[in-house]
């Protein structure tokens, strides 16, 4: 492609509403350019790097039998009214209107209309199993879109949908797709880890988010040192057996502790170590309070409390309700002499603290000495806290570290959430009618754009990996009114473009400064620059990625070019 006949409008100043390395070199470099806020369009270089990751995509997918297919972004209400996900879903939906009043979604996720889809045509076990996906637009109002690609209100993703007879199958075929992930996210040559995840309401541990490794995710993952164990924060189970300490039960005390209210504060005050404090925390669980307990150092996962509850929702309870419980203000809370009835959970390092501290119920009082079961009663121990670094990885093989990850894919056993209410079934071997059990499988293809931008870059621009790269050779002659370097320089487009490679020829008549900075800012991964040394038949070659220049003759360049593309691992 010549590049006086496309479109890619470089900017020397970083845009300033940009505030993530990706996001600014993504438009600096003439990739994407913003409509408005979380929505995009690409431009020539980005829609060819979207094209790239697709076809790794679907070469992968096709790899293990799934079957591409295009269903509508604009969803009829009444499928989303059928799971109850129109109630549920909340503002994230985008919702429309036809001109006769119907309700409409852009689709936000398909579920509901491949499940539809597939009820009235699958009827009989012998159609199973099968796995389809698309990849199209998809519409969500997040809260807070930023980071350009990575978070959009519309967004390319690949969304695959998996049908099965059984729950053996289902296990077959999430197991391909973790695989065909790792595959997708290898060759993509980024920095990730496959951890397990939170299921939400759905139940279950057979969920799994790729995450690439970055700084500026939003998601914190804690992952073994010694092993390959890695999970989502929300989900890292806690695996730690405490020492109770031997000292003898003391009687319990009420002290005074004016105005201090956190354990921090409490701990200090008191002149005792916060792993001594009980943390109480009350909860509102589907209308019904419930106390948390746990030490002071340790975190409640609120996550964790849901799933041990089997609960739809979890939040702390309003200092109302509390006052109505307890009689009592937040700060001074603890589970000694609570209302008969009320369920108290407790993490299972509240077991272990012998003479601990709790707050007494009474706003500015504290009691010291509590112990469990003489004191106070606790219904389950259950693990309740956040992991923390330094905690024994629950595989039992070595410790916990903490890293940021960017989700660039998920997979999800569904099981029969929308087959059932949605009545998608067929008939199994029996004769007997059942709900498809189904899997569910996503890509953020426009993120994953954005997460490689943001892991291969220097201060010049980005440095794409050669299987995503928008084009393969930036071939540059430097002025383009000297004879011998123009005759050259298209010599070279012709022979390089004949050989298949994608060449993109900076043909405009620029000063060779701004020719030079373009390309490193585009970053594709060899540059042939077509100079002074033309006459003889001589140019330099730069590798974007390592910064290393050639002198090559013309008669070797395809031979070059080849073994470089070959030999380099991205
Ligand atoms: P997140 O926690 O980041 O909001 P999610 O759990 O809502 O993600 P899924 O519903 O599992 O995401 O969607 C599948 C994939 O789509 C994600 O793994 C991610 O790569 C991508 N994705 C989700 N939301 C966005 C978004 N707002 N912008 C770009 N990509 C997104
Ligand atoms: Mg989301």
Same mark, same amino acid.
């Given at each position: 492609?010549?590049?006086?006949?496309?479109?890619?409008?470089?900017?020397?100043?970083?845009?300033?509403?940009?505030?993530?390395?990706?996001?600014?070199?993504?438009?600096?470099?003439?990739?994407?350019?913003?409509?408005?806020?979380?929505?995009?369009?690409?431009?020539?270089?980005?829609?060819?790097?979207?094209?790239?990751?697709?076809?790794?995509?679907?070469?992968?997918?096709?790899?293990?039998?799934?079957?591409?297919?295009?269903?509508?972004?604009?969803?009829?209400?009444?499928?989303?009214?059928?799971?109850?996900?129109?109630?549920?879903?909340?503002?994230?939906?985008?919702?429309?209107?036809?001109?006769? +009043?119907? =309700?409409? &979604?852009?689709?936000?996720?398909?579920?509901?209309?491949? *499940?539809?889809? !597939? /009820? #009235?045509?699958? @009827?009989?076990?012998?159609?199973?199993?099968?796995?389809?996906?698309?990849?199209?637009?998809?519409?969500?109002?997040?809260?807070?879109?930023?980071?350009?690609?990575?978070?959009?209100?519309?967004?390319?993703?690949?969304?695959?949908?998996?049908?099965?007879?059984?729950?053996?199958?289902?296990?077959?075929?999430?197991?391909?797709?973790?695989?065909?992930?790792?595959?997708?996210?290898?060759?993509?040559?980024?920095?990730?880890?496959?951890?397990?995840?939170?299921?939400?309401?759905?139940?279950?541990?057979?969920?799994?988010?790729?995450?690439?490794?970055?700084?500026?995710?939003?998601?914190?993952?804690?992952?073994?040192?010694?092993?390959?164990?890695?999970? +989502?924060? =929300?989900? &890292?189970?806690?695996?730690?057996?405490?020492?109770?300490? *031997?000292?003898? !039960? /003391? #009687?319990?005390? @009420?002290?005074?502790?004016?105005?201090?209210?956190?354990?921090?504060?409490?701990?200090?005050?008191?002149?005792?170590?916060?792993?001594?404090?009980?943390?109480?925390?009350?909860?509102?669980?589907?209308?019904?309070?419930?106390?948390?307990?746990?030490?002071?150092?340790?975190?409640?996962?609120?996550?964790?409390?849901?799933?041990?509850?089997?609960?739809?929702?979890?939040?702390?309870?309003?200092?109302?309700?509390?006052?109505?419980?307890?009689?009592?203000?937040?700060?001074?809370?603890?589970?000694?002499?609570?209302?008969?009835?009320?369920?108290?959970?407790?993490?299972?390092?509240?077991?272990?603290?012998?003479?601990?501290?709790?707050?007494?119920?009474?706003?500015?009082?504290?009691?010291?000495?509590?112990?469990?079961?003489?004191?106070?009663?606790?219904?389950?121990?259950?693990?309740?806290?956040?992991?923390?670094?330094?905690?024994?990885?629950?595989?039992?093989?070595?410790?916990?570290?903490?890293?940021?990850?960017?989700?660039?894919?998920?997979?999800?056993?569904?099981?029969?959430?929308?087959?059932?209410?949605?009545?998608?079934?067929?008939?199994?071997?029996?004769?007997?009618?059942?709900?498809?059990?189904?899997?569910?499988?996503?890509?953020?293809?426009?993120?994953?754009?954005?997460?490689?931008?943001?892991?291969?870059?220097?201060?010049?621009?980005?440095?794409?990996?050669?299987?995503?790269?928008?084009?393969?050779?930036?071939?540059?002659?430097?002025?383009?009114?000297?004879?011998?370097?123009?005759?050259?320089?298209?010599?070279?487009?012709?022979?390089?473009?004949?050989?298949?490679?994608?060449?993109?020829?900076?043909?405009?008549?620029?000063?060779?400064?701004?020719?030079?900075?373009?390309?490193?800012?585009?970053?594709?991964?060899?540059?042939?620059?077509?100079?002074?040394?033309?006459?003889?038949?001589?140019?330099?070659?730069?590798?974007?990625?390592?910064?290393?220049?050639?002198?090559?003759?013309?008669?070797?360049?395809?031979?070059?070019?080849?073994?470089?593309?070959?030999?380099?691992?991205?």
């Amino acid at each position: 492609m010549k590049q006086s006949l496309t479109f890619i409008p470089t900017l020397r100043e970083t845009p300033a509403d940009a505030d993530v390395k990706s996001h600014q070199l993504l438009l600096r470099a003439g990739f994407i350019r913003q409509n408005t806020s979380g929505i995009y369009s690409f431009l020539p270089l980005g829609k060819r790097v979207l094209q790239k990751v697709e076809s790794i995509v679907r070469e992968e997918m096709d790899a293990i039998n799934g079957v591409e297919v295009l269903m509508p972004a604009m969803q009829q209400a009444e499928l989303w009214q059928e799971t109850g996900r129109w109630y549920s879903y909340g503002p994230e939906l985008m919702r429309l209107k036809d001109r006769h +009043n119907r =309700e409409f &979604a852009l689709g936000a996720t398909h579920e509901e209309v491949i *499940t539809s889809l !597939l /009820r #009235d045509e699958i @009827k009989s076990y012998k159609k199973l199993p099968l796995t389809l996906y698309q990849i199209q637009a998809k519409f969500r109002d997040e809260k807070r879109p930023r980071f350009g690609l990575l978070r959009g209100r519309e967004f390319l993703m690949k969304d695959a949908y998996s049908f099965h007879a059984t729950r053996e199958s289902l296990d077959l075929t999430y197991d391909h797709m973790v695989q065909a992930y790792t595959n997708i996210f290898t060759r993509l040559a980024l920095d990730f880890r496959a951890v397990i995840a939170d299921s939400g309401a759905i139940g279950g541990k057979d969920t799994h988010e790729f995450m690439v490794l970055s700084e500026i995710g939003e998601d914190t993952i804690a992952y073994s040192d010694g092993s390959d164990f890695a999970a +989502n924060i =929300e989900m &890292a189970e806690v695996k730690v057996s405490y020492q109770t300490s *031997t000292e003898e !039960l /003391r #009687d319990v005390e @009420k002290v005074a502790t004016p105005n201090q209210r956190t354990i921090d504060q409490i701990a200090s005050f008191l002149n005792v170590e916060e792993q001594r404090c009980i943390k109480t925390l009350v909860y509102n669980v589907d209308d019904q309070l419930v106390l948390v307990l746990a030490r002071g150092d340790h975190e409640i996962n609120e996550i964790k409390v849901k799933n041990v509850l089997e609960a739809k929702s979890v939040e702390l309870a309003t200092e109302e309700e509390i006052q109505n419980l307890l009689n009592c203000e937040v700060g001074s809370l603890g589970p000694v002499q609570i209302p008969v009835g009320v369920k108290v959970i407790a993490d299972h390092a509240v077991a272990a603290i012998r003479n601990g501290i709790c707050g007494a119920n009474v706003a500015g009082f504290h009691l010291v000495n509590a112990n469990p079961e003489r004191d106070y009663l606790v219904n389950q121990y259950e693990d309740l806290r956040f992991v923390m670094e330094g905690d024994p990885s629950p595989d039992g093989k070595g410790t916990i570290v903490f890293t940021q990850g960017i989700e660039v894919g998920h997979v999800f056993k569904l099981g029969t959430t929308y087959s059932e209410p949605m009545k998608g079934t067929f008939l199994d071997d029996n004769g007997r009618s059942k709900p498809y059990i189904m899997g569910c499988y996503g890509i953020g293809i426009s993120r994953v754009m954005a997460a490689v931008a943001e892991q291969f870059q220097d201060d010049k621009g980005l440095i794409w990996p050669m299987t995503v790269a928008p084009y393969d050779v930036h071939l540059v002659p430097v002025n383009m009114k000297d004879e011998a370097q123009v005759s050259l320089a298209d010599d070279l487009y012709t022979l390089i473009k004949s050989n298949r490679y994608d060449v993109l020829y900076d043909d405009r008549a620029e000063r060779a400064g701004v020719k030079f900075a373009d390309s490193d800012l585009i970053g594709l991964p060899i540059r042939i620059v077509v100079g002074k040394k033309a006459s003889e038949g001589l140019v330099e070659v730069k590798i974007r990625k390592t910064g290393e220049t050639f002198e090559w003759k013309k008669e070797e360049i395809l031979d070059q070019l080849q073994s470089f593309f070959s030999t380099l691992k991205n």
